[in-house]
């Protein structure tokens, strides 16, 4: 991976090599942070970079520091425009993918969330896809249970509850299939390793509701408008049994990371005709369009960076 020339460290864009904390640093010890994850999408014909939905990131970042009762005086406003300033610096013509921490930075030992010092910083790398082939990929169900929100909130990007999702994804990747589905402890499916998920079944979109312990993703939302607005269905939010994926016609997960990626084939059996589906096919020509400000309809959700 090409690693940033640059990074937003204690309040200041400074080179990438000097953005350094300590090993005993909190967070490092105890996974006591928060992340985001946005993109930027270069427009070629434009020769303009634009940041997706990026007060709608950030305003998730600051919800999920709360909930480890950390307070920054930045408003998502001033979040956006560091992470602006901060690309211009980085001089992208290129699709790429921003990483905002929230950590506390005390260098001491023991285990809690009052009392301590939160800070912030931001990198960007280039970035294309998350998954190798995001028009046919093979999952399988994982043995392992999304966490509860009475464990580690699932609708935060909370880091410590990350190594859930290691544990999905290596366990599925190093099993020969691309991703997991992963079931809540109801047994219901809650999402994948680090994706939201759809499916289509006798016609109808559903997706798990936000209390089945997943993470309340702005891809997800954005998806959810854009079926309704562009291609005219409503999704229905409510628990999925697993057996349900085994029989639908279509399925796919979203998010920042993934984007819109087609399941194809579950634990070795085809999603309906086991090639990408027509829904998925057209919401995925609309989205692209959409976050690379090519839809003048949805051109707010992008900031432009030049």
């Known amino acids: ?33 928060v992340f985001g994850g946005l993109r930027a999408y270069w427009n070629q014909d434009e020769k303009q970079l634009f940041l997706f939905k990026p007060y709608d990131h950030f305003r998730r970042f600051l919800e999920s ?26 001089k992208y013509q ?37 998954v190798e082939d995001e028009e046919g990929i093979h999952v399988t169900v994982s043995s392992w249970r999304r966490v509860d929100d009475n464990m580690i909130p699932a609708r935060g990007k909370i880091a410590g509850s990350y190594v859930n999702s290691a544990f999905i994804k290596t366990d599925a990747v190093r099993a020969g299939f691309d991703e997991a589905i992963v079931l809540n402890q109801d047994g219901h499916v ?55 994926v085994y029989l639908c016609e279509e399925a796919f ?7 819109i990626a087609a399941i194809t084939k579950v634990d070795h059996r085809p999603v309906g005709s086991g090639k990408l589906g027509p829904v998925t096919a057209k919401l995925r020509d609309v989205y692209f369009d959409v976050v690379r400000g090519r839809n003048e309809k949805y051109r707010e959700m992008c900031v432009p960076v030049y």
């Open 1 to 33: 991976m090409t690693l940033p020339n640059f990074a937003f460290f204690k309040d200041r864009i400074v080179p990438y090599s000097e953005a350094k904390v300590g090993v005993l640093t909190h967070t490092f010890n105890y996974g006591t942070g």
């Open 65 to 90: 520091a709360k909930l480890l009762l950390m307070e920054f005086p930045y408003s998502e406003s001033e979040i956006v425009q560091f992470t602006v300033d901060l690309l211009r610096k980085e």
């Open 94 to 130: 290129t699709d790429a993918y921003i990483r905002p921490i929230a950590y506390f930075a005390d260098e001491i030992i023991g285990v809690r969330l009052h009392g301590l010092n939160p800070a912030l910083s931001i990198v960007s790398i280039p970035f294309g896809q998350y």
């Open 190 to 244: 809650a999402e994948g390793s680090a994706e939201n998920f759809f499916i289509i079944r006798k016609g109808t979109i559903c997706t798990p509701p936000v209390t089945d312990n997943i993470l309340e993703g702005i891809t997800r939302r954005t998806v959810m408008m854009l079926l309704r607005e562009e291609l005219g269905m409503e999704v229905v939010e409510r628990p999925i049994d697993r057996t349900e």
């Open 253 to 259: 997960f979203c998010g920042t990371g993934v984007q």
